[in-house]
């Protein structure tokens, strides 16, 4: 089971984007989905998550005022709304799912699972 991102491009700095990730039926509204993101050479870093009751939410210091995470019910997805763009938001991000026995507050990769191939953000100055 994979979780499907898409909604990644080009965008100047300042500008908008909004990522979606498709959540499988057997893990939407079970588990805490978050956003991850990892640029070439470095690993990958913790964006944000939302519980599953979708009532909760934690960012990264880095992406807190800037970025929004939500989820609509209806269409199993997860959205990142990512406004004011930096040039070190560049990265390829990627969500997943909290591991069965994690739990709330953890902001490491090895703690989520079902990864997809992620989407590319760039950009430019």
């Known amino acids: 089971v994979q979780l499907q991102a898409s909604g990644g491009g080009l965008v100047q700095a300042g500008g908008s984007l909004t990522l979606s990730c498709v959540v499988p039926?057997?893990?939407?509204?079970?588990?805490?989905i978050a956003w991850f993101r990892q640029a070439p050479g470095k690993e990958r870093e913790f964006v944000a998550v939302?519980?599953?009751?979708?009532?909760?939410?934690d960012y990264a210091d880095s992406v807190k005022g800037r970025f929004a995470i939500s989820n609509d019910n209806a269409k199993s997805t997860v959205y990142l709304r990512m406004n004011n763009l930096k040039p070190e938001d560049t990265a390829r991000y990627y969500c997943?799912?909290?591991?069965?026995?994690?739990?709330?507050?953890?902001?490491?990769?090895?703690?989520?699972?079902?990864w997809g191939r992620g989407t590319q953000v760039t950009v430019s100055s």
């Open positions: 997943g799912a909290l591991n069965s026995g994690g739990s709330w507050g953890t902001h490491s990769p090895n703690d989520f699972g079902s």
């Open positions: 939302i519980t599953w009751t979708g009532r909760t939410e």
């Open positions: 039926g057997s893990l939407f509204g079970k588990q805490n």
